[in-house]
């Protein structure tokens, strides 16, 4: 048995075809019918069964491509580490976010970072939440910043650190009938038309029955913070969103929401007990001391 084996195996079970995973592994067909049957020799039992024209596990196979799938994971996140721990000067850190975090909060963290570490480059990307826990659980990302804690418990062997919380508030063309009130209820919002701010993997969908305990119009989506706030200077809806730099208060009204406060948290997470780069290190240090709560 080897780590090939075990490879052949799991594209097998996705492909459901010997011939299919023969051509993705890069091998001839009868070069893995041989390694699969080597592998069935030494467990002593059928890893496949036909179905028709398809193949597909038996029990026995099953078994033993779930424990297959975990050493796999686990032989990648060691490789991976070995190849960070060879090169511990290369002032890289790999880092994710969900894309509403990554348009305003990340430039944020990055740009006051880089002020004194100008030899550090970044490579970072936008994902969901589920994805970024995952990268990060399979050491493929060194980072990751999400604001979804439905997700956090789930994976345990990530640490989760809240960063920041930011209040949601209401703004409004400067020309609109509310946009000289200093604060506002809800309540008081029922027949307005709401521009979304929607994560583009649907991971922060705002709930306005959930603020409002009604139903309220829906006129436009939209993910860019600095997006939402042209389109409601224009005139095209209001909108509830995190407080954050980017609102140009000199194009709408940024007013406080009355009732209990509803906050936006931010995370930022990485895998625990696993190799970390000096260079990651320092950044985590830098967020912690500068920003987190």
Known sequence: MNLQHLEYLKKIEETGNFTKAAEE??????????????LEEELNAPLFKRNGRSIELTDFGKVFLKHSNIALIELNKGIN???????????IISIASTHCIGSYFIPYLIGDFLNNNKDIRFEFSHESTNKILDDLKYGKISLGFYDDSSYVNKYREIHSEIISKEEYVLIVPKNHRLAKETEVSLKNLKNESFIVQNDSNKDSLISYSEFMKHTTEISLEHNEVSMIGGLVA????????????????????????????IYKT???GWLKDSYMSPTTKKFIEHIIKNHSM
């Open 81 to 91: 580490e070995v190849r960070k721990m060879l090169l511990p000067n290369k002032s």
């Open 266 to 268: 931010i995370y930022i």
């Open 234 to 261: 224009t005139g095209a809806g209001i909108a509830i969103i995190p407080k954050v730099p980017l609102i140009n208060t000199n194009a709408v009204s940024v007013i406080k929401i009355k009732e209990e406060p």
């Open 25 to 38: 592994c890069s091998v001839t067909q009868p070069a893995l019918s041989k390694a699969i049957s080597k």
